[in-house]
């Protein structure tokens, strides 16, 4: 394989952009650690959270491993469908830069029952009560495009299973901590992509 063919294949798009987008978290988490005066809840404080650590990081290590391996020793089948993926990869990556960005120092990654964050509802988070979570899904998805094995579609249906999960959970902090303003809130705007079905849930 030539290094032109090499860099242009949908699969490594795919694999830069996952591995850019775990490596922007890690960079955050070393720069946010020091003005908040500890993590941004990388190990949450309650112990359902702390376990979801359990699944979240094998299936991040798995993730960035398959769809390397994928572009190192194996080739796509549906060259259509991985380029459609790659698009999605960039896609993803590129929005989560900018609602990571908007978020500013509210930006978490786990909850902590004691601490009320401003509720952030501007933005992206007009269109989405959890844009990032979204996108991640998305960027799942689009890797499992990109790679097309077993392996990838497993982790995908543990990933967006999560997420979900993560999502509710986060939604039932929230109204404890910012009651009617997140009930109006949840009213008005979708749980992930504009246009779901999961206004109000």
Same mark, same amino acid.
């Given at each position: 394989m030539s290094i032109g063919n090499a860099l242009l294949n949908?699969?490594?798009v795919g694999a830069v952009c996952v591995s850019l987008y775990w490596l922007i978290v890690v960079l955050k988490v070393i720069f946010i650690t020091p003005s908040l005066g500890k993590t941004p809840n990388i190990v949450p404080?309650? !112990?359902v959270g702390g376990l979801s650590r359990v699944i979240m990081l094998p299936l991040i290590m798995g993730w960035v491993? $398959?769809?390397w391996q994928v572009y190192l020793y194996s080739v796509v %089948?549906?060259? $259509?469908f991985a380029w459609i993926g790659a698009i999605g990869c960039v896609v993803a990556l590129g929005l989560t830069i900018y609602c990571w960005?908007?978020?500013g120092g509210a930006w978490r990654i786990? !909850?902590?029952p004691k601490e009320k964050n401003p509720l952030v509802t501007g933005g992206p988070f007009k269109y %989405?009560?959890?844009p990032i979570y979204a $996108?991640?899904?998305l960027l799942m998805l689009s890797s499992f495009l990109a790679a097309q094995t077993k392996g990838m579609f497993v982790l995908l249906c543990i990933h967006w299973a999560l997420f979900f999960w993560e999502a509710l959970r986060e939604e039932r902090h929230l109204l404890k901590m910012h009651g009617e303003t997140y009930r109006s809130y949840m009213q008005q705007t979708n749980r992930f992509f504009p246009g779901s079905l999961c206004v109000g849930e």
């Open positions: 949908p699969t490594l404080k309650e !112990i491993v $398959l769809i %089948s549906m060259a $259509l960005y908007y978020m786990g !909850i902590d %989405s009560r959890h $996108l991640s899904m």
